[in-house]
């Protein structure tokens, strides 16, 4: 947090060249064209509020899942790689849940409501369980151990539980909409929501009356509600509860919390179970707003989910909502205005940049200082 | 604080080596459960008056068996399999067992196939001297890294069911020296039996036209085979009067592309195209892809939706759905399944009886592939030759000429490629492709 006044910052001409070097030299290549970004700006001004939805709803997720790398990170500083993959399973299970008990088929929207409500419950269990078993099994045992180790079993759970992913999406007996294709394809998740709220199964624009160009349906408004509302849940939880207190005392300083009698076990436990819990949640919330079961989807979401999290500054729970939307609107600007193709290269191009200027991240990392 | 800085971005990169390495694991162990090779199916009561067998032939396929491409890959080594078993595993009368194992060129940690995997794969076969063909790839990435591999052992004849990109074995005038420069022997050992993009890339460009459509914006996934495919298509839609709005490479792994679909939904004066064509393989995020343009930019009816043989199998409409896959176009070079010559269309009978339905245009090909090795080794044989010599098997394969196969008689070119030029075009219709008719 601190930096120490000089009297000429070098450091800050080296980085403000480097800043130049990136846009104009790679920028181009990437396509970073500014007059034609200013044209496509100019020319279709709505665009850009519509992009700005798309970036909002995708950076929900982001933010949800950051949450639990942020989390999980405050407290043991390890990197829960296998924390993308629970977010996958949390999509396997909402969609199993919701084939067993009819929902898929039903056009009701009562019986809908009530099926996702159950689908929610069970993926937010089973990613909770999931997660804390994941520490009790591979690093609750490499706690002590230098840092490595439970970094590279990290990556090993994620492997597994991908593998456990590919099998899942192979029992067709289980959801019949699998199809006979094999667990390596992508399934469809069935757009729930636009069919209870339209027997036609339609996405239900919410502004398709303002007569603007624009889409924001049911589905974006339900992932900002239940995302922000998760969000300020887990803030007075970890603000205003014993447990939170616990397990803010754990990250600050793990011997001094034993000391005063905080049961280190469970509290590293429950971060894991809430971790867990939010990325089966954010599983349903990307199944119903991307409409896609995939066994590698939780990859992609790990990277970028540790990104928004590195961004927000590590162990810091606003910061990791904070660089989830700031990543979802990057993304969505770069599919709209530069090239899908160099999103990623703008997105951690913006990581290092602003690693650059504030080493901890946009709101600073709050973890533990060395005993 | 910038020391910690350091640890964690150390730690990134460790991770991400860590990843790669992941990626190198022998391909055997991987979790395709119906790929057993029979590689021990000895013909042992079954074997002829004659002699009992002097040696040992072994073939290898090498194709993505972890991915969305297994529903292809699965569907063609069944197929090779299916041909080894009429053979009875056996060769020159007898004289020689055969062997066949499926190898994985993919990879978990990319969930396609892996240039590393195909590396080792390319080399473990060249190492190993009784390996005399090698039935592969599925990917044109893939072939381009295992080809200066294999042309360097024997040369090892490598046959490829699936591989489309036509720089592999036809020079491009503007990129001089590419092609050759997979051959660093000199001598070809790479051949196909599936028809290349140069043709399947205008053909789609000329079936988009007849759609009725007069713009175009182009996607691909940014690998040698799709962004070839595109490319060829881009060309010859300006050739033909089609106006190209756009061609960008995808992020083949994003969890959506519903801001890219804006964009294109405006992208013709503030409307949408006529048609949008992308040229991928189903692994790379295809089924997601047409779910953010349906939902951006409606049906395939009003935007047509059309795509190179990558896209055309089930996994592709699985993973879109149904109805929103409805009306989707894929083109695949031959001829649809019910209008394969008699030889083919025994193979299709001889299939379903074994494997049950078969949907996907591929297995004919790995049947092929394998017919090709076997006349080669036969052929071999036939003129008093030494079939584990495998210069002498590289170059029985191109000298085969009207070759009455499963795909119909055909015959190989210098180059390799075949003298089949059909591509038939399908439509997603009611949960599946239907053949809408075939172009030369």
Redesign the interface.
Known sequence: ?ETTKKKFNWRGLGVSLLVLYIVFLIGPIASLDVPSIVTAIK??PI?LI??LI??IS?GA?IAIIALGYTMVYGIIEL?N?AHGDVYMIGVFTSLTVLSVTGTLDSKDPVKIALGLILALVVAVVVGAVLNASIERLAYRRLRNAP??AP??SA?GMS?II??LG??WA?QAWLVP??????G?????F?DMLSVMFNSLGQ?VNLLASSGL?L?FTIKDLLVIILAVSLMIGLYLFVQRTTLGKAMRATAQNRDAAKMLGIDIDWVITATFLIGGGLAGAAGLM?GL????A????G???GL?SFTAA?LGG?GNITGAMLGGFLIGLL???S???L???W??AWVFTVLVLI?LFR??GLLG?QTGQKA | MTKRLFALLSVLVVASLALAACGTTPPAATEAPATEAPATQAPAATEPPAAGPVGTLKIVSSLPMTGSSLTQTQTIVNAMQLRLEQANYTACGGKYTLEYEAWDDASAALGKWDPAVETENANKAAADPAIVAYLGTFNSGAAKLSIPILNQAGPLTMISPANTNPGLTKADKDLPGVTDSYYPTGVRNYSRVVAADDIQGKVAANFVKSLGATTVYILDDNELYGKGVADVFEATAKEIGLTVLGHESIDPKAADYKALMTKISTSNNGAAPDAIYVGMVVDNNASQLLKDKVAIMGDNEKVKYVGPDGIQTQAFIDGAGADVAEGAYASVAGVPLDKLPPSGLQFVKDYEAKYGKLTEPYAVYGYETMNVALKAIEDVCAAGGDPADRAAVNTAVFAIKNFDGALGTWSFDANGDTSLTDMTFYQVQGGGYVSVGTFK
């Open positions: 947090m020319a279709n665009q519509q992009f798309i970036g995708n997720i990197i790689f840092r490595l970094l590279i990556i492997f991908e593998n590919l099998m192979a909409s699998f199809g006979t294709t094999g390596a394809s992508q399934k469809v069935p996405d160009p889409r990307a707003y991307n409409n896609t995939w066994w590698f989807m990859f992609r979401a970028q590195v590590i993304a969505s600007f599919d709209g205005y090239s899908t193709r999103t990623n690693l080493p901890t990392e």
